[in-house]
């Protein structure tokens, strides 16, 4: 077996995976392709980091609390992406947002100060109650970023490829 079929076989389950969240977040209403492919990826990053978590948890706590922070900030991401998405896609269609603008905007703002608030509570809750971790969780609640980061260097570097 060749070097490349055997790459192959390893990166079949992650691309069926790939594709299956994709295909998830596109029926959910996530139209947009950078959108999807940064949650796409920030999903994957929190099934390896919460798996490594649950496994390597046992010989070092440090990886379970990294995987926690992956978890929620991939949840509050997943939620605030979709939730956009289907307002954007609401307001777009004719009659979809009786009344303008105001309710759209008044309603986004609530769920996101509501997502703000429950990761408070749930990040005091870890912290203090939990006793985990302040730099695991803040390092995986940072892949965020991170993710975003190299989406961004990524479309830069295409599009100027593009343009020489």
């Given at each position: ?10 990166l ?9 969240i ?6 959910k209403?996530?139209?947009?392709a950078?959108?999807?492919t940064?949650?796409?990826?920030q999903?994957l990053?929190?099934v ?7 496994v ?9 609390h ?5 978890g929620?900030?991939?949840a509050?991401?997943y939620?605030?992406a ?6 954007l896609?609401?307001a777009?269609?004719?009659g979809g ?17 509501g997502r703000?608030?429950?990761t ?17 969780l803040l ?11 190299i ?14």
């Open positions: 077996m060749s070097r490349s079929t055997t790459l192959e076989t390893l079949q389950p992650w691309r069926a995976m790939r594709h299956g994709e295909s998830s977040l596109f029926r209403g996530v139209r947009n950078s959108v999807r940064l949650l796409t990826r999903c990053l929190a390896v980091a919460l798996a490594g978590g649950v390597g948890g046992f010989f070092h706590p440090w990886l379970l990294f995987g926690l922070g992956v929620i900030v991939t509050n991401f939620f605030l979709t939730s956009i998405a289907r307002r896609e609401s777009g269609q004719p947002q009786p009344g303008g603008q105001g309710p759209l905007v008044a309603s986004t703002i609530v769920r996101f100060y703000l608030i429950l408070g509570v749930l990040l005091a809750v870890l912290l203090v109650f939990g006793k985990i971790s302040l730099a695991a390092a995986g609640l940072s892949t965020v970023v991170a993710t975003i980061l989406w961004g260097v990524e479309s830069y570097l295409a599009q100027h490829s593009k343009e020489a």
